[in-house]
């Protein structure tokens, strides 16, 4: 396996190489060699960064960018500490097609770039989670220092690209640069991947959040508890949804309703 290309592999996806030695149980002194090339993967590790890095092991050892499924966890309610959770597997063309539609409701707005795309996916998909206790995309995000960032975006947004269905633009909104990404008006979503209560939360989010501006709606992501409670480069959990104040919670709680 070529060295550069785990290396490559985690710094896409805003990883350490503390985290990553954690997550297959080696050093970080042992990792370092195994970017370096100075030591084998053993195929337990092997199928660990795999999974990590949302791969299908074959794909991972053929080196491959991506499959078109993200694995994340399923949630186990606890009231522990150290919060681990484990939901079914996702297809990314959920993802791609709640992007588009996203891109073709709301992409012509002056405020909305980068930055407003990544939190409202991110909210979209956190809040569905606090809501009904069920996955709507089940996307892996990663706590940055400006919020949080979905890790199927870029790769999904080149193909994208590559298909002429969407076109990235650097602009400026007021002051500050940002890159908007505009859809061909061609394009049609499919949202036959959404059931009718999806489909009516995305247009909520889209609601209520379309008008910020990115550091309005940054400031609201880093008020909530997924993202407090986050390490910097690390994957952000979906249980830490029930433990959210009343700035960032969608969901009426009463004394029948356990968590």
């Not at 060699?33 to 949302?54: H, M």
């Not at 939190?119 to 206790?133: A, G, R, S």
């Not at 949080?148 to 590559?162: A, R, S, Y």
């Amino acid at each position: 396996m070529t060295p550069n290309y785990i290396k490559t592999l985690r710094e896409k996806n805003k990883l350490t190489q503390e985290y990553l030695a954690g997550e297959i149980g080696v050093s970080r002194p042992t990792y370092m060699q195994i970017e370096q090339g100075q030591r084998d993967l053993t195929v337990t590790e092997a199928r660990k960064l795999a999974d990590i890095f949302c791969l299908a092991l074959e794909d991972f050892l053929a080196e491959k960018t991506m499959t078109v499924k993200i694995k994340t966890k399923k949630k186990v309610k606890s009231a522990e500490t150290d919060i681990r959770i484990d939901v079914p597997q996702e297809y990314a063309d959920k993802f791609r097609e709640v992007l588009l539609y996203i891109l073709k409701k709301i992409g012509g707005k002056p405020n909305v770039g980068m930055t407003v795309l990544y939190k409202i996916l991110y909210f979209i998909d956190f809040d569905y989670y606090e809501k009904y206790e069920e996955q709507l995309m089940g996307a892996l995000y990663i706590k940055n220092n400006f919020g949080p960032t979905p890790v199927m975006f870029e790769k999904i947004m080149q193909d994208l690209v590559k298909e002429n269905k969407v076109e990235p633009i650097k602009s400026k909104f007021y002051q500050y640069p940002q890159t908007k990404y505009i859809i061909n008006p061609e394009i049609e979503p499919d949202l036959s991947v959404l059931d009718g209560r999806e489909k009516e939360h995305v247009d909520w989010e889209l609601d209520r959040l379309s008008n910020m501006t990115a550091a309005e709606i940054s400031s609201l992501s880093h008020k909530d508890i997924p993202w407090i409670m986050g390490e910097l480069g690390k994957p952000m959990h979906y249980e830490a949804v029930f433990y959210r104040t009343d700035d960032t919670s969608v969901r009426k709680y009463d004394d029948e309703d356990p968590l």
